[in-house]
């Protein structure tokens, strides 16, 4: 009997050490404007592959930093590629372990109806300001300025600009009214209810916006979960919060 007990606590021991071993904590990196999708998908990462997950959400630029001075990240999900390639440059991310994973559209929010607001024609946007991320670092900003200097806007309205760390800073003011218009992606407007579209800037007009994801780590956990968010269930919910799907894992 005595055998048995210890063989049974052995036993136990093992399960428990195994369940242990399965779960290993996987964090992400990710660009501010994921928050809303990947809040809701983490859960379902964590039931298909039985890890934790860490998220950290700031600006894509902000993160890029981090990880290139020894931030301990496995995953990296950018709000566009020249991030990711800085990393691959760099040897932080393998040019093997990495894959465009979503796309979005770039749009023009305010908590008003702006019937009278015309792309061209930089005095229909009145006095108000204008949110949007810094436009020499945050992917949203880059992209902002892009479409404003393509549509002959940004010398006239950049005075009016009022440039933040993220992207959901920028959206965060709109929604407060603390600013008129925002510049933000689509999945942004999605997330916020306080908010609506009053334009959708033309995609020739700005570089396409593309999140890639990349692997950092070589352990099998942020493998698994890497090949989660590519899965059906997650992509699920990134297109109705708004995202294109690039990324998408092959159904087995």
Known sequence: MLWFGRSVLALWFAVMLGNAALADRVSIFAAASLKTALDEIAPLVEAETGHELRLVYAGSSTLARQIEQGAPADLFISANVAWMDHLQINGKVDASNRVDLLSNELVLISRLPAPDL??????????????????????????????????????????????TDNVRAALALVARGEARFGLVYASDAVAEPKVQVVLQLPSDTHSPIIYPVGRLSPSEAAADVLASLQGAAAQRVFEAQGFGLLGVRPAQ
């Open 118 to 163: 015309r792309l061209g024609d930089a005095s229909s946007f009145g006095p108000g300001r204008i949110a949007m991320g810094l436009v020499s670092a945050v992917p949203a900003g880059i992209y902002g300025r892009e479409a404003l200097e393509t549509l002959g806007l940004w010398g006239a309205l950049q005075s009016q600009v009022v440039q």
